[in-house]
């Protein structure tokens, strides 16, 4: 039984919450602030969720996950907080303290039902058929440097001037962040490294290095995958406007360079297969489905799955992890956030000029948002002319 704890300063809130989970299949505990679950923690043998407000006096959340964090770093961490609070969110996920995050008020059901999928997720890129298949790669294990040592000054809270310091020492990265800062979505109008930064966010500049340095760890197929890259990046491009059409408003800060990684399994095959992956995948116009069960059948695991596998080990959000795992299974009844993953869906393949409407992927996404290709029209002419 899977073990959640859940810290509120607000007496009646745990109390719902309580009745909400009462008699459901985890085992819960109830605190009201860090003392009391410190208490918790201590007396359980293993502790599978920790769930808690951000804005509480004395102890916030934020310092209640970091506190976590370093006490138990298997715990999935999950932040809860009012829609006026949301930039404690941003910085929560940042840092690598929570994986996902609710708005209060919420509706029970969802909450649940988002409870069971994280557990699920967790599981499935967990699974001993999975673990044993990257124990295989070496050369990919160690946490990129560059990516590694961003987190860490973001989560000591080095200044900007700090941070951009280090972007700078990589005139590569740095040229392409700027491009991306100049883009259309940031329009940054700005040849200053440190000006890009604060347009991107630092959780965008986290994806963006982290992509970048993937795709150099082999200098050899380092050419090969620079289209890879080209093709994320218009992709993010695409999701960026799709999403603010759908939704009628700006994509949050926690996903706007999602669609930046949402292909990065498929530069992780190419470092550690080379030219094999090269000359039997990539070489090719392969269908969806048929990328799919090629790279099953050839390596043992899909470039979808071994991204999502991977930027969970790296602590990326749920929701960054779900575009990359779903992207090419929008109908997934697992997935948490199915519009949003189907709308990244939809974004790859209008980058990649497919024949949509004979794809069973993109009929799907369509489904769960309830759209149809007039709705695209506008989005697929600025992009493929």
């Not at 020492?169 to 440190?194: E, H, M, V, W």
């Not at 082999?218 to 890879?228: A, G």
């Not at 995948?281 to 071994?306: A, C, P, V, W, Y």
């Amino acid at each position: 039984m899977k073990k959640i704890l859940f810290i509120d300063d607000e007496s009646n809130i745990l109390r719902a919450i309580n009745r909400a989970f009462r008699n459901l299949e985890f085992e819960c505990y109830y605190a009201n602030g860090i003392k009391e679950a410190i208490e918790i923690f201590l007396g359980i043998d293993q502790l599978d969720m920790l769930i808690t407000d951000i804005k509480m006096p004395y102890f916030d959340g934020i310092r209640v996950l970091k506190l976590f964090k370093e006490a138990s770093p298997d715990t999935i961490r999950v932040a809860i907080t009012g829609y006026a609070s949301a930039s404690s969110i941003t910085e929560a996920v940042s840092k690598n303290l929570a994986k996902q995050y609710f708005y209060k008020p919420w509706n029970n059901d969802e909450l649940i039902d988002g409870i069971r999928k994280m557990f699920v997720l967790e599981e499935k890129l967990k699974s001993s058929h999975i673990f044993k298949i990257v124990q295989q790669f070496d050369s990919i294990k160690t946490i990129p440097r560059l990516f590694n040592e961003l987190n860490l000054y973001i989560q000591r809270d080095k200044s900007i001037e700090d941070i951009t310091s280090i972007i700078e020492r990589d005139p590569a990265i740095t040229s392409n962040i700027l491009r991306i800062a100049n883009s259309a979505f940031y329009a940054a109008k700005t040849g200053n490294i440190q000006q890009a930064i604060m347009y991107i966010g630092l959780n965008n500049l986290k994806q963006i290095v982290l992509s970048y340095e993937i795709s150099q760890m082999n200098s050899e197929t380092y050419e090969k995958s620079e289209f890879i890259w080209t093709h994320s990046n218009r992709t993010n491009l695409i999701f960026q406007d799709l999403y603010t059409k759908y939704f009628g408003t700006k994509v949050p800060p926690i996903i706007s360079a999602a669609g930046i990684v949402h292909d990065i399994g498929k530069i992780i095959l190419l470092q550690i297969f080379g030219n094999v992956y090269y000359d039997e995948i990539l070489k090719f116009d392969l269908r969806e489905d048929q990328l799919i069960n090629k790279e099953s059948e050839l390596f043992g695991i899909d470039h979808s799955t071994i991204g999502g596998y991977f930027l969970n080990w790296w602590a990326f959000p749920y929701d960054i992890i779900e575009m990359t795992l779903y992207h090419h299974t929008p109908k997934d009844p697992d997935i948490l956030g199915k519009k949003q993953v189907s709308l990244m869906c939809i974004s790859s393949m209008i980058e990649s000029k497919m024949t949509m409407s004979l794809n069973p992927n993109f009929v799907e996404a369509m489904e769960v948002l309830n759209i149809n290709e007039d709705f695209l029209k506008e989005i697929i002419k600025k992009y493929n002319e």
